[in-house]
């Protein structure tokens, strides 16, 4: 099976303007999450869908906004990018939605896309 | 290739030695613990997992332990390779909400 995969890998844009990162997940997989990955601050967690419905969301500003579609292809939208919005973007995919008594070793977490924002 | 992070904790370890990864949780309530390991360029890929009615896990090489008293948990690769060189997450979910809080990363450095 091909894995997650994330288009572009990287994008550099300035203050003020608007992106979007698309991501699509494992073949058979119907849940996708979004991370922002920073220097300082790690791995944060943005948000999860799951058929078409947003079902978590960290706590991130409304700049930050996704969607996935039928196909269970995610994008992920970054509205007025901010200088601090540079970081690596990652999707992950996983086969559906974990219960809490289950494990997240089933999650796949693609290559990301790297945003600079100028 | 990607750079994680330019401040990341570094632990260098000789080829062949044994590597321990420690990590401290914030949580007592987390029921489920995750390490995950992240190369140059790629995404994090699971390594293993522990759940909090153990004390211990072992896999193909590595070993997680985990210390609830102290909130403590800790990786250990056995015969460490040039392969095994990355930036090391830990990740705890707290009992309350299933979404993993991730660690800041420890990076191994393998010499050769």
């Known amino acids: 099976k091909a894995g997650v995969t994330q288009t572009p890998r990287y994008l550099i844009k300035t203050r003020g303007q608007q992106v979007t990162l698309s991501c699509s997940p494992i073949?058979?997989?119907?849940?996708v999450s979004w991370y922002q990955q920073t220097p300082g601050q790690g791995l944060q967690f943005l948000f999860e869908?799951?058929?078409?419905?947003?079902?978590n969301k960290g706590n991130f500003p409304g700049r930050f906004s996704g969607r996935q579609f039928s196909n269970s292809r995610s994008e992920m939208n970054v509205s007025t990018l901010e200088l601090g919005d540079s970081a690596l973007y990652l999707c992950?995919?996983?086969?559906?939605?974990?219960?809490?008594?289950?494990?997240?070793?089933?999650?796949?977490f693609g290559p990301g896309t790297r945003l600079t924002v100028l | 290739g990607e750079s994680v992070g330019l401040h990341l904790p570094t632990l260098s370890v000789q080829e062949g030695d044994n590597s321990i990864i420690n990590c401290a949780y914030s949580?007592?309530?987390?029921?489920?613990f995750i390490w995950y390991k992240q190369e140059s360029g790629k995404g994090p890929q699971f390594i293993i997992d522990?759940?909090?009615n153990m004390d211990k896990r072992q896999g193909q090489r590595v070993t997680v332990l985990l210390n609830k008293t102290v909130k403590h948990l800790s990786l250990q690769i056995a015969a460490t390779q040039p392969g095994d060189s990355a930036v090391y997450f830990c990740?705890?979910?707290?009992?309350?909400?299933?979404?993993?809080?991730w660690g800041a990363g420890t990076k191994l450095i393998i010499k050769p």
């Open positions: 992950a995919s996983r086969p559906g939605l974990a219960g809490v008594m289950e494990g997240y070793n089933e999650q796949f």
């Open positions: 073949s058979g997989h119907r849940s």
């Open positions: 869908y799951f058929s078409e419905t947003q079902r």
């Open positions: 949580n007592s309530a987390s029921d489920y």
């Open positions: 522990i759940r909090s």
């Open positions: 990740a705890e979910r707290p009992d309350s909400n299933y979404q993993l809080i």
